[in-house]
């Protein structure tokens, strides 16, 4: 009984590790097409808020936030993104306007929005390359075993 609880709880950790991994791969995808084409990204967190802690590095805040799962990308205007207006208390430069998320062209957003699934994708596929071939699941037998290939 001891054994299965153990076994359980090993299995849950290795699913929120493994998944936490995906999210953050994903968040990373976003942020860097984001840096790449000019939106000026406002904070990259490692789980969810409230923030623990943050450091700000040039224009982004880095953070570890108090929900260990997930994570986020906080893109400046990408609250407005539908409305192609932005509202803020202090006057925002004009030259920052043109690095706000909704005031990209559709292609731009296309492409920060996209770069988290392409990036989990490319992630999943060049760590498990190196088990292609070295692996295998004989399904027709239905008997399942790994076989070193050399």
């Known amino acids: 009984m001891l054994e299965s609880i153990i076994s359980f709880a090993i299995t849950i950790g290795v699913f929120i590790l493994v998944l936490?991994?995906?999210?953050?791969?994903?968040?990373?995808?976003?942020?860097?097409?984001?840096?790449?084409?000019?939106?000026?990204?406002?904070?990259f967190g490692f789980g969810f808020p409230p923030r623990v802690i943050g450091k700000k590095v040039g224009e982004t805040i880095y953070?570890?936030?108090?929900?260990?799962?997930?994570?986020?990308?906080?893109?400046?205007?990408?609250d407005n993104a539908g409305g192609g207006s932005i509202?803020?208390?202090?006057?925002?430069?004009?030259?920052?306007?043109?690095?706000?998320?909704?005031?990209?062209?559709?292609?731009q957003r296309m492409a920060v929005v996209v770069a988290?699934?392409?990036?989990v994708v490319s992630f999943v596929s060049f760590a498990l390359t190196p088990l292609v071939g070295v692996f295998s699941v004989v399904v027709s037998t239905g008997v399942v075993g790994a076989t070193v290939v050399s």
Request: aromatic share 10%; charged share 20%; glycine share 10%.
């Open 20 to 43: 936490t991994i995906l999210v953050l791969v994903h968040e990373l995808g976003h942020f860097l097409v984001a840096k790449r084409l000019g939106i000026k990204v406002e904070e």
């Open 63 to 78: 953070s570890i936030n108090l929900l260990p799962v997930g994570g986020f990308v906080k893109l400046f205007g990408e």
């Open 87 to 107: 509202q803020q208390k202090d006057a925002t430069p004009v030259g920052e306007i043109s690095r706000a998320f909704f005031a990209r062209p559709l292609w």
């Open 116 to 119: 988290g699934v392409v990036t």
